[in-house]
């Protein structure tokens, strides 16, 4: 069965720092993998997505994810984060060919000024 | 182009009573999912229909809930009768043919509270 886990509930960065926010997952099949970002009171936005392609993906808003095999991992970077960065960050990750999206906890961003 | 559409966009019923949460995908998407949020369990995907036919719910909770797709362009999840526990944000959300559940497009919810 597929997982993921998102290290960190809460994440606080000043305003022009780096942005780095974790996920590990779990799944016996080569898998797909998402970052997906949730503003107050809104549904959730596809941030970036990698699907077996090149391992470094790029998405909206400046943000990017390296997929790392060997560690399991998919974390999200930005290089300098703005105040309109603050939201909740969903990782989630779903088997080629598979039907379900499973979705990690959350991480949620606050950017200090 | 509109995105997902949800309507109630907020409820607030009583213990008994049906609610009735509507959906309408975006045009030309073929894959709809229903998911509930709530902060002790987080995202969860209650139903998924492909072509109006559904394909996966063994994420409904109970007989209390039941989802519907009858045309391309609509759905409903029912819940009857709601209880207090079933307080969530439900999420409506669609994807393109050939992309599964790969990229889906997430409507604003609807905030539902059961006292």
């Known amino acids: 069965a597929q997982s993921v886990t998102q290290l960190g509930s809460h994440v606080s960065v000043s305003e022009g720092a780096l942005v780095l926010l974790r996920c590990n997952y779990s799944?016996?099949?080569?898998?797909?993998l998402f970052w997906y970002v949730q503003y107050p009171n809104q549904g959730l936005q596809l941030l970036l997505k990698?699907?077996?392609?090149?391992?470094l993906v790029k998405g909206i808003n400046g943000f990017e994810a390296e997929f790392k095999k060997s560690e399991t991992s998919f974390h999200l970077t930005k290089p300098s984060a703005h105040m309109s960065d603050a939201a909740e960050y969903f990782c989630?990750?779903?088997?080629?060919?598979?039907?379900?999206?499973?979705f990690g906890a959350g991480t949620i961003l606050r950017v200090k000024s | 182009d509109a995105g997902v559409i949800q309507s109630p966009r907020h409820e607030v019923t009583e213990m008994g009573q049906e609610v009735t949460l509507r959906c309408k995908p975006i045009?030309?998407?073929?894959?709809l999912f229903w998911y509930r949020q709530t902060m002790m369990r987080g995202l969860e995907l209650l139903i998924y229909?492909?072509?109006?036919?559904?394909?996966?719910d063994s994420g409904m909770p109970e007989d209390r809930f039941s989802a519907k797709m009858p045309n391309a362009s609509f759905s409903t999840l029912k819940i009857q009768p709601s209880e207090p526990r079933d307080s969530a944000v439900y999420f409506c959300?669609?994807?393109?043919?050939?992309?599964?559940?790969?990229?889906?497009?997430f409507g604003p919810g609807t905030r539902l509270t059961v006292t």
């Open positions: 799944s016996s099949v080569p898998p797909y």
């Open positions: 959300a669609s994807s393109r043919p050939g992309t599964g559940v790969h990229e889906q497009y």
């Open positions: 990698y699907t077996s392609a090149a391992t």
């Open positions: 229909f492909n072509n109006n036919v559904p394909i996966d």
């Open positions: 045009s030309g998407h073929n894959s």
């Open positions: 989630a990750v779903s088997e080629s060919g598979g039907n379900k999206l499973v």
